[in-house]
């Protein structure tokens, strides 16, 4: 019998070159922050090769846990409730794995929005706002909430309409910028983590919009307007968390293209935009944004596994994550039916997206 090998010579793989390692930690790392995470737990020398994402889990863009999401737990069991013992449960929109977190922010805390995976929470007591990466713990104090107060011609005392946010998030040089919509107010705010104060935009302020999305460090509104022959026509502006400048329209849509309602939502690192395509309602047209900037108003014909939700908040979710989900439609409460219904781009057809049971 040959004698027992080494624990290090067992195997090849913990000599790998710390070069390589990190390699692959970064291709990793691109699809996923868990999955970077299970490789620095493999063995004492991949974990020295990588980057912990401790410490840098909010400044570190590589490290936002973006396709993550809180789940619902139902039941009245809310973010902080004591069945939960301080857990709060993440589900990834893509796998569909969950991960258990203990967060006790959340006795004295409460979610304004989540971006880029990361939670921008306000404390109960001094309205402090703090962004906040569930899986490493790191955070990122802001000003508080009050503190722009003063700019503001709404008193303090209607504070539930600033909670109603959209918000953006911008890093240069480990410092974060967040710029927040008050979604009731038709206004926005900029701050840094090196600031005392939020600054308030008063000095424009944004058009009607509904269903803000977020993408990269810029924020992206739907404006209904009407033209000079009364035609009603929808509009696309652009904010930039980086900027103080005032929305920048950057594209209007032919009503023979897209008729209200239209959505916007992420969905394979591209934002998609979703519409009716006629007037009757009959059909639902998909149009990569970065398309239509350029007036090329290519039609996407599939979105292969991934099942679009539009109303309230937009989600793109694969088929993969939920045993109920069915790849290639568009899920929404339609306007004229009056419940959800289920679009199939492939076949151009309408069905229930749920049924009676749930809806009750």
Known sequence: MPPLLAPASRSPWASLPEDLVRLVSWRLLAGDLTDYVRLRAVCTNWRSATMSPCGRGVIDP???????????????LYPGHERLCEHTRFLNLDSGFFVRVRLPLFKDHCVLDSVEGLLLL??????????????TGDIVELPPLASHNLHMSHPYANLPQLRPISASVSIDAGVVRVMVIFIHLMYAAVATSQDTKWTYLMHWRLPSHYGPLSFRGEQYLVHETMNIENTYLSQIFQLEAHSQDPPKLIVTFP?????????????????LVVGHNDISLTHLAVYKLADVV????????????????????????S??????????????RHPREQHF???????????LATDECSTM
């Open 62 to 76: 590589r490290f936002h846990p973006r396709r993550w999401m809180m789940f619902a737990e139902g039941h009245g």
């Open 319 to 332: 088929s993969k994550a939920l045993p109920t989900i069915v790849g290639d439609t568009i899920v929404y």
């Open 255 to 271: 009503r023979e293209k897209l008729c209200y309602p239209v959505y916007l939502v992420e969905c394979d690192t591209e934002i």
């Open 341 to 351: 219904m289920q679009y199939c781009l492939n076949t151009s057809s309408w069905s």
């Open 122 to 135: 306000q404390r109960d007591e001094d309205t402090a706002i703090r962004l906040h990466h569930p899986f």
């Open 294 to 317: 350029l007036d090329r108003f290519i039609p996407v014909k599939s979105i292969g596994d991934k099942a679009i939700f539009v109303g309230g908040r937009n989600l793109c979710v």
